[in-house]
């Protein structure tokens, strides 16, 4: 896993903002970025390239799931993973996201490692 | 009186009843039957219409009564909810979340320099350690003035316990989460909290426009009345361009005369 590519975090809140980049600081990345919600997370996407998006679910402005269909809907940003990072558990949520193509579901809260093994995957694939 | 009917009670009950008892029984039936004279059906009337005066003033007196009550009593302690109460209720669930908001920025600012302090004298223990092995491999054993043994031991002790502690940041770090957990579920809460603030002021509203419309317009019907408030409704709760239309002050207004 290239530990150099760009990141953006999406959460409205400061907190679980920190928290996401903390660990990835820990795990190696230097290159995050933030948005509180999706429609800034949209224009940065449209403005600079990113390698990877981690993104809340319930958000004021623009919700995630919303965000991920407008990426994937994309031609330019459609290839970018998208990591949904959520409280939201019910079944139907995490069938929403897989339909609308979501690369992978982290449930708050969640640790370092968990955060680490999703990643690996989506990059070993 | 009806001769014709007199001579058949006094058939009827073969002498047992005196013309005037006979005359008696039958003005009673006539006053019963509704079938008397003029004035007989006048006072009957008259005596109906008095009660029913009497039934309708009670009437009247209890919604009075009613209105009143409800005026003096629980429509104060409504508005009360819906001016103050309520809003205080959301306002003390966002100064919640600002307060935990902060005690957990607080706190992740001191596990942040805790995690680089501790990062930082791992580096110079390596550092250290490095030193001492490389002062045994150019002084030989320690007899000749090389590395104790027992002391990179203790390097060695020293630095896993850094390693912990690292670890222990870390996961205080990712437990930090329960900030944002918690704060979702205390701005669901607002939310329905400014719901509820929502829904009793239209209540309150619409209560209050009906008042002041029958006021204004006693003779308006039932019908009538709702179509209007409902209209005034949806005027007061529809996009308005400035100057036009009920602003804050109007609503507070209008709330406060009810």
């Given at each position: 896993m290239d530990t150099n590519m760009r990141v953006l975090i999406v959460d409205d809140f400061a907190t679980m903002r920190r928290i996401l980049k903390n660990i990835l600081k820990q795990i190696g990345f230097k290159n995050i970025s933030e948005a509180d919600n999706g429609k800034t997370a949209l224009k940065e996407l449209k403005n600079e390239r990113f390698d990877l998006v981690l993104c809340d679910w319930n958000m004021p402005e623009m919700p995630g799931i919303e965000l991920l269909n407008?990426?994937?809907?994309?031609?330019?940003?459609?290839?970018?993973?998208?990591?949904?990072?959520?409280?939201?558990?019910?079944?139907?949520n995490i069938l929403e996201a897989v339909k609308a193509g979501v690369s992978s579901y982290i449930v708050k809260p969640f640790t370092a490692e968990t955060v680490s093994e999703k990643l690996k995957k989506i990059f070993a694939a | 009186?009806?001769?014709?009917?007199?001579?058949?009670?006094?058939?009827?009950?073969?002498?047992?009843?005196?013309?005037?008892?006979?005359?008696?029984?039958?003005?009673?039936?006539?006053?019963?039957?509704?079938?008397?004279?003029?004035?007989?059906?006048?006072?009957?009337?008259?005596?109906?219409?008095?009660?029913?005066?009497?039934?309708?003033?009670?009437?009247?007196?209890l919604i009075v009564e009613f209105k009143r009550d409800f005026m003096s009593k629980i429509h104060p302690e409504i508005t009360e909810l819906r001016t103050t109460y309520i809003p205080q209720a959301a306002d003390q669930l966002e100064g919640i979340i600002e307060s935990t908001e902060q005690a957990a920025n607080q706190i992740m600012d001191n596990l942040e320099l805790m995690q680089r302090l501790t990062e930082d004298a791992i580096g110079d223990l390596a550092g250290l350690k490095g030193k001492l092995i490389e002062r045994s491999a150019r002084s030989g054993p320690q007899e000749s003035g090389g590395a104790d043994p027992s002391l990179?031991?203790?390097?060695?002790?020293?630095?896993?316990?850094?390693?912990?502690?690292?670890?222990?940041?870390?996961?205080?770090?990712?437990?930090?989460s329960f900030q944002d957990l918690t704060g979702q579920r205390i701005k669901r809460t607002i939310d329905l909290v400014n719901l509820m603030e929502e829904r009793i002021k239209k209540t309150l509203l619409s209560f209050g426009l009906k008042l002041t419309e029958k006021t204004n317009n006693p003779g308006i019907s039932g019908d009538d009345l709702a179509s209007t408030?409902?209209?005034?409704?949806?005027?007061?709760?529809?996009?308005?361009?400035?100057?036009?239309?009920?602003?804050?002050?109007?609503?507070?207004k209008l709330l406060a005369r009810l």
């Open positions: 407008q990426v994937r809907s994309d031609e330019q940003l459609k290839g970018i993973p998208f990591v949904m990072v959520t409280a939201e558990a019910k079944k139907e | 009186m009806n001769k014709g009917l007199i001579s058949e009670i006094e058939n009827l009950v073969e002498g047992k009843l005196s013309a005037q008892e006979i005359e008696r029984l039958l003005r009673f039936m006539n006053r019963k039957s509704l079938k008397g004279s003029e004035e007989e059906r006048e006072a009957f009337f008259k005596h109906l219409a008095r009660e029913m005066r009497q039934e309708m003033k009670e009437l009247a007196a990179t031991a203790r390097i060695e002790t020293l630095h896993q316990s850094l390693e912990r502690c690292l670890s222990l940041i870390a996961d205080s770090f990712e437990r930090m408030v409902e209209k005034k409704l949806s005027d007061l709760s529809g996009p308005q361009r400035p100057g036009e239309g009920l602003n804050q002050a109007d609503i507070d």
